[in-house]
């Protein structure tokens, strides 16, 4: 996605105050891990085609600046959940400061720029313990970039009573499950009962 046929795009979606949403696809490249053809259950290649397919995308934006070259560029990443965000975070910064020569139009290490993207929750983890899904969202300060999704109506969709069990805070909760939502495409929020 950060490939130069994708620029008229970027500069539509910035002067139109519109994000640009990136949901994952299928792998396509003939070699491992970008084809996971080679896998024979869905149990074991489900879990890799989603989040490894958003993260070579975000590597990509990053890798050709696209966030530098378009600083006004919302951002979305749907459907691959949000555990794989700390890793890649936390790798490419320390990557970053061991290359900075081969990333000259990135102002700032690649967790600067991932900590302004958005996320989808589907498919939401659901770790034995639910606090560490909290914790995992704080890890990137995603309390203010996580968007509900369910994926309905495919099989494997998440009710949204998954986030309302998890023991988020409940304004993180209201974010998450609409907030956040309306901030990014800039929508206003609903009257309250009671309010004028």
């Known amino acids: ?3 130069k046929r994708y620029t008229p795009v970027f500069e539509a979606a910035s002067e139109m105050n519109l994000p640009v949403m990136f949901h994952s696809v299928g792998m396509i490249h003939p ?3 970008f084809n996971v053809d080679q896998f024979r259950t869905t149990l074991f290649r489900h879990p890799m085609q989603h989040e490894f397919a958003l993260m070579a995308n975000m ?3 990053l890798e050709t600046a696209v966030p530098s070259r378009f600083p006004d560029l919302r951002v979305v990443f749907a459907e691959g959940g949000i555990s794989w965000v700390p890793y890649t975070m936390w790798r490419l910064d320390k990557e970053y400061h061991e290359y900075r020569s081969q990333a000259p139009l990135l102002e700032h290490p690649p967790s600067h ?3 302004q993207f958005y996320f989808s929750t ?3 983890e659901e770790p034995e ?3 560490d899904l909290v914790t995992m969202l704080d890890l990137f300060d995603g309390a203010d970039r ?3 999704a369910s994926d309905w109506p495919h099989h494997d969709f998440d009710h949204p009573r998954q986030v309302f ?3 988020f805070a409940g304004d993180v909760k209201r974010k998450i499950m609409g907030g956040n939502a309306l901030a990014l495409f800039g929508i206003e929020p609903p009257l309250q009962r009671g309010e004028d």
Do not use: D, E, K
Request: avoid cysteine; hydrophobic fraction near 45%.
């Open 1 to 3: 996605w950060g490939s």
């Open 31 to 33: 070699a491992f891990p």
């Open 59 to 61: 590597f990509s934006l």
């Open 113 to 115: 720029y991932i900590r």
């Open 122 to 124: 589907q498919p939401v």
């Open 129 to 131: 313990r639910p606090q």
């Open 146 to 148: 996580v968007l509900f």
């Open 165 to 167: 069990n998890m023991p």
